[in-house]
Structures are given as C-alpha cells and as structure tokens.
C-alpha cells in the first residue's frame, strides 16, 4: 500500500487543494482507432504506473500524502468532436485548471479529439506527479497500446521517501546539521520579506509554433558548426531576445531544469516522476554576440551538471517542508530573477508509423503556472522539426509582448 508524504519538490508544484497545475502533451494521429482500444490501454498504463492509483490526502497539518485507492475508478476519457487544427490547443487551456479532487479517481485524464481521419491525444497529468519524460513515456505506452491492445507493461514499486536515494556513504549527522542552517537562514529570510499581496490576476495563455524542418535543420546545423548545444543557442537567443524588447527590465538569466534520471538511475526512464533540478544560466553583461553567450552557457551548463548532488537536493529539500507554503506564496508574489525557465526535452523518443495509424506530430507540453514570473518556454524536436510553446499570464507578459519576443527569438537563432 502507498502511503508517503509529497517529497517537498511536489509539494511546490502540487500548490494547495483549490490550485490546479496541469501538463497537457498532445499527439496529433492520423487513422482510425476503435473506442475500447483506448479504455483497455488506459486500464493497463494505470496497473503499470503506481501513482495512478494514488489520490491526495490534505488531512494531516504537516504536509499532504499521497495515498493508494483500493477502489479508484479507471483514468477517465473526455471524447471532443474534432473541428479545426486548434483545438488541441482551446482544450489544452480548458485541462490547465482541471482539478484532480475527486477521492475516487486517479490523478490523469484523456481527452481524445475525435476527427474523421485525424484525431489529438492530450494528456493531462499533475505536475506534482510527473515531468517531462514522464508525459513522453504515458504517450509512448498509450499509442503502442491503441495499436497492439496485447502489449504487456512491467509494474514496478513506487520508492517510499527520498532516503531510499541515499549513498551508502551519506554523512546523515554532518548533512543535518547543514540542513538545520539553511533551515535557519530560510526562515530569516522568509521574516524579512514583506509578505506582498501582488498576484497574477491576468489570463494564462500559450502561443505555439514550429519550424519546418529546412529551419530545423539550419538551427541544428548552425549549432554543430560552431560546437555549441541546440540548447545553448536557444537560451542564448531567448535571452538576447528578451533583452532587447524589455531593455532594462530584462534579467538576462534562464531557469533550466534537467532530467533528474542523469543522476538517479534508480528512476528509470519509463518511471513516472515529477522532480527536476534546475541550473540558473546568464548571459555575460554587455555582450550581445548570440554565438558567444551559447558557448558560455554550454560550458556553465556542464560544469554545473557535473557538480550537481541530485540525491542531496532531494534528501535536502525534505528538510524544508516547514517554509513550504512561504516558498509557495512567495512564487506567487515575486517576479524571480530570471527572463524565462527554458525547458529543453530535445528529441522525443516516440515511433511514428505504427500498424493502425500514424503519428503525424506532436507538440510541445504546455502548462498554466499560478506563480508572479510564469514565464515558460517548452522545445521539443519530432520528425526534424522543432516545436514550441511559450506560456505566461497576461498581466506578468502581454501576449502581445511574448510575440515579439518569441519573432525577435527565431530571427536571432536563424540569422
């Protein structure tokens, strides 16, 4: 039986009971699927995957748990008529506030937008249960299972805390002491700022694009030659891009979170699990050569990769659960010191001819943050094209402003 408490990374994205955040990553098919196909997939992805049949549980004062169901009801499928190529997108936004509060009914819905020879598949989960790969996974068990409803999938056990991370060689009594400090200087922290009562009051919103594959190629291409990352360059552009519509205002940082499965083998790449670690990224003061700043970043990236103590972090942030909900508010009422977090999931691993159908596309994962700075840029890469979605709040970012931004931005990466 699950019984744990939510490590405190899940705790942030989980908010509170009355604050939804959702991802959403649709898959754009081209074929006919029967309707039961679709229940029998669900049903074998929710046996597989131990969170599925889990709910919430707010009950305790400490912090939220999360509880296995005995009885819970199979992940639900919202069937839409298809009527344009927008859709995905209107539904994505409808899914942002879903609210997963139902005791009876597992943390994940399916909205299946049904067309005569096209169809979306969206996947809504909580961002306190999963991250970017493990939305890629779910679609990539879903679409093998619409097409082979035989496939088998392997369960595995959920860990229990964060010390099952642990090294063998962890100094437990050296580490508390350390996190008894930083406990210490957070509360200080949290006394001095003045509890502020600014908040997004503004619409969330996601402007989506891709580039053909010629511009794809040239991005890529553009990296290789001067020996920086796609995601160097996309940082370095973004950055730029921001600096040069927002002037002043500009930070010239980027929040980059990073696959928490580099560090922790343990958590398999088919495992469902919502921790990243992120790596703050900046452009050098005064220079504003887009391919120079790539290569710095690229150097800062890995040299910070390399001193990251993933299981520490985890192990560290399980100490922070008393200042939980003044990190959660202050999220909510500060801007950050950073333009955009810029997550990068690069290539997705997802076949695209299957017996019954074909994968057309899919698009990059959009989600609606309840936080001041909502500033978030997903880039993925499918069929040699790169895909991506920007969302923020009207009141933090004009929708108007994110355009320009995101023109001035492609304009920077392909001149």
Request: proline share 5%.
């Amino acid at each position: 039986m699950i019984r744990r408490n939510l490590m405190m990374v899940e705790r942030i994205m989980y908010v509170d009971p009355e604050t939804p955040v959702n991802c959403v990553f649709t898959a754009k098919i081209k074929g006919n699927i029967p309707e039961e196909n679709f229940k029998a997939a669900l049903e074998k992805i929710q046996q597989k995957h131990p969170l599925l049949r889990t709910r919430i549980d707010n009950s305790s004062k400490k912090y939220p748990f999360f509880i296995e169901e005995k009885d819970i009801e199979p992940i639900p499928l919202r069937i839409v008529e298809r009527k344009t190529d927008e859709d995905w997108l209107q539904e994505s936004e409808t899914e942002w506030f879903r609210l997963f509060k139902d005791e009876k009914k597992p943390l994940a819905q399916l909205v299946w937008i049904k067309g005569q020879d096209v169809s979306e598949i969206l996947w809504v989960l909580p961002h306190c249960i999963c991250d970017g790969t493990s939305l890629v996974t779910m679609m990539k068990e879903l679409l093998a299972l619409l097409d082979d409803p035989d496939l088998e999938l392997q369960p595995y056990e959920v860990f229990s805390s964060v010390d099952d991370f642990l090294p063998l060689d962890f100094n437990m009594k050296k580490k508390k002491r350390k996190a008894r400090f930083y406990l210490m200087m957070a509360r200080l922290f949290f006394l001095m700022q003045r509890k502020s009562k600014i908040r997004n009051l503004g619409k969330n919103y996601a402007v989506h694009w891709k580039l053909n594959s010629d511009t794809t190629a040239q991005v890529t291409g553009k990296a290789k030659t001067h020996g920086v990352s796609v995601h160097a360059l996309l940082c370095s552009s973004f950055m730029q891009a921001f600096q040069e519509i927002q002037g002043k205002q500009a930070k010239g940082k980027v929040i980059s979170p990073v696959d928490v499965r580099h560090f922790i083998p343990e958590i398999r790449q088919d495992h469902v699990f919502a921790f990243a670690p992120t790596v703050e990224l900046s452009l050098k003061k005064g220079n504003t050569d887009v391919l120079d700043n790539a290569r710095r970043i690229k150097k800062d990236l890995v040299e910070k990769i390399e001193k990251m103590e993933a299981r520490e972090l985890l192990w560290m942030g399980e100490q922070m659960h008393p200042v939980a909900e003044r990190m959660v508010s202050m999220m909510k009422s500060s801007k950050g010191g950073h333009d955009i977090t810029l997550s990068n999931m690069g290539r997705i691993n997802i076949p695209s001819d299957y017996k019954h159908f074909k994968v057309e596309t899919v698009f990059s994962p959009t989600v609606a943050f309840p936080w001041l700075n909502s500033n978030t840029l997903v880039a993925t890469m499918y069929n040699q094209q790169m895909d991506f979605t920007l969302m923020s709040n009207e009141d933090f970012l004009p929708k108007e402003e994110a355009v320009t931004i995101k023109n001035k931005a492609i304009e920077l990466l392909t001149s």
